[in-house]
């Protein structure tokens, strides 16, 4: 009897703690993109401030590497709540 209250209660522990991670892992996600997109359109204001005839091209690039980062970043939040919500085993 003690040893199947003891499986259940290793099993209720790493389920608790997957599902921690996976929210931790989503934040961190979304922080990480935040930082990177803000980073391209600093960037790119300070090269269109230097040089305005290319702001055309300045943008177009900004765009999108801003729309790379956010799909790459909404894949991995996908990938965290899958953990998420999804239990196996």
């Not at 990480?32 to 803000?38: D, E, L, P, R, V």
């Not at 590497?65 to 953990?83: F, K, N, P, T």
């Amino acid at each position: 009897m003690l040893t199947n209250l003891s499986v259940i209660l290793e099993y209720t522990m790493a389920l608790a703690v997957s599902k921690a991670a996976a929210a931790i892992g989503a934040g961190i996600v979304v922080i990480g993109a935040a930082f990177g997109i803000s980073k391209i359109g600093a960037n790119a204001m300070d090269a269109i401030a230097r040089q305005p005839q290319a702001a055309g091209d300045i943008r177009s690039g900004m765009i999108l590497s801003a729309a790379l980062i956010e799909g790459v970043a909404l894949i991995a939040v996908i990938v965290c709540m899958l953990s998420y919500f999804v239990q196996l085993g």
